[in-house]
């Protein structure tokens, strides 16, 4: 039985996620020693990391738009040297404000170039399209991975160096994904399918015309804006919540541990059943999946067992739709402009990451309570699944024609 090989491609784009996200996966512990080091609270160092989350989706569909015309090799390149200025100008600040430009817009770009949407629109172009919601569902599951590795370096660093030379040596750490971006090559024109030719010759204000003209293309943004909202409305006030339940904060830490471990595997698993089923089935059955578990962690007692359970349960969903998105995007519209495209629906899914966060703490100063946010989370998951259902997944008609 033949099984598909992935190309170098695949496994670089693997190296690149696990250092950039393992990276910024890792802000969190350096909020307390930056904090105290400035004698300015936490506020600041709280609303840098925002700047970033949102700059980071702002530039993400300018970015793609430059790797599409330019290729993702020098895209990749220049972001990691601005990922790398980003940590060694916080490593040397003076001033708080400077984390805004070094921690927030400097290293928001560096990330928005060095991502998911850049990597996935380079594997595009060398998988085919049969095995492409898989290669993209492994790649993704690097993201967690790095964070496992990259956390626990991150704070053994801090036990044995100071938070400065700690982000010095983050800075260095960049230096492999310019390594990894060196040896990246996407498919020659020969090697690509029949329709990539007429693909090819279209031009990027008429892929913007053809997916804005596509209704399922506004549907997919507005599903991959719930998973943002879930997302960051989670990771931001889980602990809390689980605090509010006069539970230790040990259970909170194990419940993100579980998020993280089982979203690895999540990712794989949603993105191989994509690539077996219709990505719209499989989407609404994933979104079916966060309804349940939202609502039943929810409904039932919230005890140290629960929480573990739900952080498995929500973390083997949790990232899934990454691989089923970038999938449905390059299904529909093919791969030519998908760092494009889909950096669109990227930036979408953090204004939804922005507001989930956002709004959880509004709620809960009004209500005193997480259960109305809570709730909004299971109904936007509900919803979700149902409006994949309409989406129309057939490839255009540009590329029926091109392959005909």
């Not at 598909?4 to 969190?28: A, D």
């Not at 809390?240 to 230790?248: K, R």
């Not at 969903?317 to 998908?338: A, D, E, K």
């Amino acid at each position: 039985m033949f099984t598909f090989r992935f190309p170098l491609l695949v496994w670089l784009g693997i190296g690149i996620l696990i250092t950039s996200l393992g990276i910024r996966q890792s802000f969190g512990i350096f909020m307390t020693p930056i904090s105290d080091y400035f004698h300015t609270g936490r506020e600041f160092f709280s609303f840098a990391i925002a700047l970033q989350n949102l700059l980071f989706g702002a530039f993400q569909p300018f970015v793609g738009m430059a790797a599409d015309r330019w290729g993702p090799k020098r895209i990749i390149i220049l972001g990691a040297m601005a990922y790398a200025l980003g940590l060694y100008l916080t490593s040397i600040a003076m001033e708080p404000s400077m984390m805004y430009l070094s921690l927030g817009v400097l290293i928001g770009f560096g990330l928005s170039a060095t991502s998911y949407v850049i990597v996935l629109g380079a594997v595009a172009k060398v998988v085919p399209a049969q095995h492409a919601a898989k290669a993209f569902g492994l790649t993704t599951a690097a993201g967690s991975f790095g964070m496992f590795a990259m956390i626990p370096g991150a704070q053994t660093l801090l036990s044995v160096y100071d938070w400065q030379s700690a982000m010095q040596i983050f800075a260095v750490l960049c230096s492999f994904i310019v390594v990894f971006a060196f040896f990246i090559k996407t498919a020659k024109q020969g090697t690509h399918h029949t329709h990539h030719l007429k693909e090819d010759l279209q031009t990027l204000e008429e892929a913007l015309k053809e997916a804005f003209a596509h209704k399922g293309y506004w549907l997919i943004h507005l599903g991959f804006f719930v998973c943002g909202f879930h997302v960051m409305f989670i990771a931001t006030h889980l602990p809390s919540y689980v605090l509010d339940q006069n539970l230790p904060a040990s259970t909170a830490a194990m419940a993100l541990a579980y998020i993280g471990i089982f979203n690895i595997f999540g990712s794989y698993f949603w993105g191989a059943m994509a690539d077996r089923y219709s990505k719209r089935y499989v989407m609404s059955a994933l979104y079916l999946v966060r309804t349940v578990v939202i609502a039943a962690f929810v409904l039932l007692p919230t005890t140290e067992l629960s929480a573990a359970i739900f952080g498995a349960a929500i973390g083997f969903c949790w990232l899934g739709t990454v691989p089923i998105t970038s999938g449905l995007v390059r299904q529909i519209f093919g791969s030519r402009y998908l760092s494009t495209l889909y950096g669109l629906v990227f930036f979408s899914h953090q204004v939804g990451s922005f507001l989930g966060a956002w709004i959880g703490g509004v709620a809960y100063d009004f209500y005193g309570s997480y259960n109305p946010i809570w709730w909004t989370a299971v109904a936007l998951a509900f919803i979700s699944a149902l409006i994949h259902l309409p989406i129309n997944d057939k490839p255009v008609p540009r590329l029926d024609a091109a392959t005909a």
